[in-house]
């Protein structure tokens, strides 16, 4: 009820970003009257929400653009995106809006992230989840290529991780990705998964299932949800944690911990 009310209301006041915030923000108000509020404040958590998008979307175009041409497989990994996400055709025209805007050469993203340090600064999971989706997105055609990177540096320091945590995030997010299709069991996919752990073989059972379980903690929806991630983005989240799940138990099997 009160997501509807919200939706309508933005919109009239605010238009797409305005109906944007008010449909986070229903959703947040039907789920605390259902759920109970569990300590979230509800117009802070969907403003989070609607911040995270945003910048979501500008720094796709942003990377998209960075060596000069935005490629298929970059559009259609956009595509699969706001499928995922249910957006309605109207908000998709905004959120294409936002990704040219990005992709536009001469606009700076330094406005957009000082916002989104400003609103969701101390929620270090959602600062990660962000970097996170945007090194999976430099994969999209295969590879990140030097320009990519030079962006994604740009954006990991601006969302507070040194040179060594993004270099580590970059080899842990391309290691895992090798597991999104499945479970494969060569010498190669082992020594892909203890990268993919952020491990190496010398570490111990108890520092691997250490890091195992920081990771997967990382994207409990719960969690997620309470720092601001969109609720529509959880399953983007979850399909990280099942290729993190699988990594583990490649290791756990090699090791029969």
């Known amino acids: ?27 947040v108000i039907d789920r605390a009257r259902a759920y109970g509020a569990g300590g979230i404040n509800p117009l802070q958590n ?19 653009k960075a060596d000069g041409q935005v490629t298929q497989a970059e559009i259609e990994h956009v595509e699969l995106l706001m499928q995922k996400l249910g957006m309605t055709p109207e908000h998709r025209v905004q959120a ?21 340090m400003s609103v969701c600064g101390h929620t270090r999971h959602l600062k990660q989840v962000l ?14 290529n030097s320009a990519e990177e030079k962006v994604l540096a740009d954006i990991g320091a601006r969302l507070g ?31 892909d998964a203890y990268k993919a752990l952020g491990v190496t073989k010398d570490h111990s059972d108890q520092e691997i299932k250490r890091a195992y ?16 991630l969109p609720e529509d983005m959880i399953a983007l989240a ?6 993190i799940q699988l990594a583990h138990d490649l290791i756990e ?4 911990i």
């Not at 294409?96 to 989104?116: E, H, N, Q």
Request: glycine residues 8%; without cysteine; charged residues 15%.
């Open 96 to 116: 294409i809006a936002l990704f040219k805007r990005g992709a536009d050469p001469a606009f700076t993203i330094d406005s957009t992230y000082a916002k989104f």
């Open 161 to 191: 991780f040194d040179q060594a945590t993004f270099k580590q995030l970059i080899d842990m997010v391309l290691n895992q990705s090798h597991f999104a299709a499945g479970q494969p069991s060569t010498a190669a996919a082992l020594d």
């Open 46 to 64: 969907a403003l989070r929400q609607s911040v995270f998008l945003a910048t979501m979307f500008i720094s796709m175009g942003k990377l998209a």
């Open 131 to 144: 970097l996170v989706y945007l090194i999976s997105m430099a994969t999209a055609d295969g590879a990140i």
């Open 238 to 243: 979850s399909e990280k944690a099942k290729e």
């Open 253 to 256: 099997r090699h090791r029969k």
């Open 213 to 228: 379980r920081r990771l997967i903690s990382q994207y409990h929806p719960d969690k997620l949800i309470g720092q601001g």
């Open 1 to 27: 009820m009160f997501k509807l009310i919200g939706i309508v209301a933005g919109f009239y006041f605010f238009g797409f970003f305005g109906a944007l915030l008010g449909l986070l923000l229903g959703s």
